[in-house]
């Protein structure tokens, strides 16, 4: 095919007659006289994104977690069909108020690509955004897309930020009396009521005054734990989010 050039070569690849999941990997070489070939090829392959008549290659099966802490970090695990170690991988997070790339990382063993969430104030190009800039972001969900190329981009799923708040932990040393393991079990896992908070003033105040005193005893009997191994304990907080991958690091 002919190609133009001015630093470097440049060429547009040619459309597939007809789409075969068992042939989608070419040599590419050039010739600058158009006779001789460098002998230097590399390896071009075609996908394909979307559902067609004859099938699809590259399909998205999975993303783990689905949400993460606005600071960044968040390891996100993408699965699905047809994915190779491509060179020009990457991942675009994208919001209301801008988009970042991240550089995703091929995982051989599991066949899938990973990345990092970026930090929320990426989004905002280096400007400080208002509290209610933060607010919009997190509560609209951001627009994940996947390239191999570097150029088109496949549709992954939506990620979510979010601040959980750790108010303190407290252990129970007399769950599951008089319960089987099994029904003990399936009880630490049932989830429970919010209890409701009294109307009355005078009420309220009294509850609030209990939760704290009950918050500091909690706290005091709680530097013990490292010393009764096995103890279930609870984590109180709030914007928890219920999840199939929660779970606590080990204490030391």
């Known amino acids: 095919m002919p190609v133009s050039y001015l ?13 075969d999941a068992e042939n989608l990997q070419y040599n590419v070489d050039i010739a600058l006289n158009g006779q001789q070939f460098s002998g230097y090829p ?17 399909a998205i099966t999975d993303v783990t977690p689905k949400f993460g802490p606005t600071e960044g970090g968040t390891l996100i695990t993408v699965k699905g069909t047809g994915f190779y170690d491509s060179g020009g991988k990457k991942f675009k997070f ?21 990345c990092k969430s970026p930090p929320i104030s990426w989004f905002f190009s280096g400007k400080s955004p ?32 979010y601040d959980a708040v750790v108010e303190r932990l407290a252990y129970d040393l007399q769950f599951g009396e008089g319960l089987e393991e099994e029904e003990a079990k399936k009880k630490w896992l049932e989830e429970e009521p919010l209890p409701a908070r009294p109307t009355d003033p005078e009420e309220l105040k009294t509850l609030e005054e209990e939760e704290k005193q009950r918050a500091e005893e909690e706290t005091e009997e709680f530097s013990t734990l490292y010393r009764r191994t096995g103890t279930r304990f609870y984590i109180w907080g709030s914007k928890f989010r219920k999840s199939p991958v929660n779970s606590v690091p080990t204490m030391v």
């Open 7 to 19: 630093r470097r070569v440049k060429n547009r690849v040619p459309r597939l007659a007809k789409y």
């Open 42 to 58: 590399v390896i071009f392959r075609y996908y394909s994104k979307l559902h067609g008549r004859d099938g699809i290659d590259v």
């Open 94 to 114: 994208e919001s209301e108020f801008g988009e970042r790339e991240m550089a995703a990382a091929w995982d051989r063993k599991e066949k899938c690509y990973t």
């Open 130 to 161: 208002s509290d209610s800039m933060l607010t919009k972001v997190k509560e609209s969900p951001i627009k994940l897309r996947l390239t191999l190329n570097g150029q088109n981009w496949i549709w992954v799923g939506y990620f979510e930020y």
